[in-house]
């Protein structure tokens, strides 16, 4: 069965985007949309996660739980989901642990 998905990819190769456009819609550049099977969202997946490098991707799509949805990422980022009872949350990273900015 088909369903919706959204992966952010930033700071990733070009010829990742490419391979993301032939399934997925980029309707703002580096969000793709689409609605595909779930053997093809694994591959994309994968594919994302072999070649974000120095970049960034999150995954999005329907799950069986009590938010509705399962989050993936890949990549060096500041933001991890973290599993907490059931529900994710995201734990946000700083940059630098030195002096905080109160901005």
Known sequence: MSS?????????PDHLRGALTRWL??????LYVGTVS???????WAAVTACADGGVAVLVHPD?????FQL???GSHRR?????DGLTL?????ESQGIANPC
């Open 72 to 74: 993936r990422t890949a």
């Open 90 to 94: 995201i734990a946000f990273h700083r």
């Open 4 to 12: 919706m998905i959204v992966i952010s990819a930033t700071a990733v």
């Open 25 to 30: 819609l980029e309707v703002t550049p580096e």
């Open 64 to 68: 069986d739980n009590e938010q509705g």
């Open 38 to 44: 779930a053997k093809v969202r694994d591959e994309l």
């Open 80 to 84: 991890e989901p973290l599993d907490f």
